[in-house]
C-alpha cells in the first residue's frame, strides 16, 4: 500500500507536475489526478498532456493509481433527465481515457443522488443502466470503473454496495471506498470486510461523529475512524494500491496540511 494525496489537496493553478513533485518531496508514493470542467485538470486535456504528467510521475517514482472527478454531483446517472444522464456517461467516458493516457487503474465515480425528484428505486435503475453502458469504454481502455460512497442518500451499506457492483456483472467495475464518509451510518472496516476484493481504490478521510456535518471531518488520526482495525482488514483482503489522503488546502500553509497527512499516513500504515 502507498500512501498518497490526491489533486484537490493543492491549489487549482498549481500544475499536475508540481503538485506531484511536491507530495514526492513530502513523503507520498501515489497521487491521484483531479479531472472536471474546470480543473484543476482539464477534462479538455490533450493525450500529449497526460503522457507529459504520467512520464514525470514515472520519473519521480510516484504511482498514478487512480483518476478522481466530482461531475457526478453536476450530471449524475441517477438523473431522471435524459440529457443530464447523457452528459454525466459522456463525462465518465471522458474520464476513463484520460486515466488510460496516464496509465491509472481506476477512476472515482460518484454514481448520482437520491432527492425528492429521484426516488430510490429509480436512482438505482438509471445508474445501473448508465454503468453498464459505459462498460465497453472500460473495458477498451482496461481501467476500472470504482463507485464511491458519498453523502448522497445512495447505496447507503456496504451489502446495498456490493450487490450494486455485482449486477453490474464486469470486473471493470469495483468500489471506491471513502474510509471517512459512511461513519455517521457505518464502520469502514465492516465495508472493507464485506466488499473485500471488489475494492479497487481508497480514500482515506477522518470524521467525528459528534460534530455531524463537513465540519467533522478533520485530519488523519484525529477523528472517530478505528484505524487498527481498517489496516487489519485492508491486509487481510490483500489490499495493494494507493491509499489517497483527501483534503483540502489549509488556508495558510499548503505543505503544513500536506506535512501532517504525510506524517499520519505513514504513522496510520504502521498500524497492526
Known amino acids: 500500500m502507498k500512501p498518497g494525496i490526491n489533486q484537490w489537496g493543492f491549489p487549482g493553478g498549481m500544475p499536475a507536475t508540481e503538485c506531484i513533485s ?24 490533450t493525450e500529449a498532456e497526460a503522457t507529459a504528467i504520467r512520464k ?11 483518476v478522481a472527478s466530482g461531475m457526478g454531483w453536476q450530471y449524475p446517472l441517477t438523473s431522471t433527465e435524459a440529457e443530464v444522464h447523457a452528459k454525466g456517461r459522456a463525462g465518465v467516458a471522458r474520464t476513463l481515457e484520460i486515466a488510460h493516457w496516464l496509465g491509472a487503474e481506476a477512476i472515482l465515480l460518484v454514481p448520482g443522488i437520491v432527492d425528492e425528484k429521484t426516488p430510490y428505486d429509480l436512482a438505482w435503475q438509471n445508474a445501473l443502466s448508465g454503468i453498464r453502458a459505459l462498460l465497453p469504454e472500460a473495458e477498451k481502455h482496461g481501467v476500472i470503473i470504482g463507485v464511491e460512497n458519498v453523502w448522497n442518500k445512495f447505496l447507503l451499506s456496504p451489502m446495498e454496495m456490493r450487490t450494486f457492483i455485482d449486477e453490474c456483472g464486469s470486473p471493470f467495475v469495483g468500489a471506491y471506498v471513502d474510509v471517512g464518509n459512511m461513519l455517521p451510518y457505518g ?24 460534530v455531524g456535518t463537513l ?3 478533520v485530519m488523519l488520526l484525529e477523528g472517530d475512524v478505528n484505524w487498527p482495525a481498517v489496516m487489519a482488514e485492508l491486509r487481510a483482503i490483500g489490499y495493494s494500491r494507493g491509499l489517497t489522503a483527501e483534503f483540502w488546502p489549509y488556508a495558510h500553509s499548503l505543505e503544513g496540511m500536506l506535512k501532517q ?12
Open 187 to 210: 464502520y469502514p472496516e465492516q465495508w472493507i470486510r464485506i466488499l473485500g476484493k471488489r475494492i479497487c481504490a481508497i480514500h482515506m478521510k477522518d470524521f467525528r461523529c459528534s
Open 261 to 272: 497527512a504525510s506524517v499520519s499516513l505513514n504513522t496510520i500504515l504502521s498500524m497492526h
Open 22 to 45: 511536491l507530495a514526492k518531496s513530502l513523503g507520498f508514493t501515489s497521487f491521484e489526478v483531479c479531472v472536471g470542467e474546470e480543473g484543476p485538470t482539464l477534462l479538455s486535456i
Open 56 to 66: 514525470h510521475a514515472e520519473k519521480e517514482g510516484v504511482a498514478l493509481h487512480s
Open 215 to 217: 465540519g467533522g471531518f
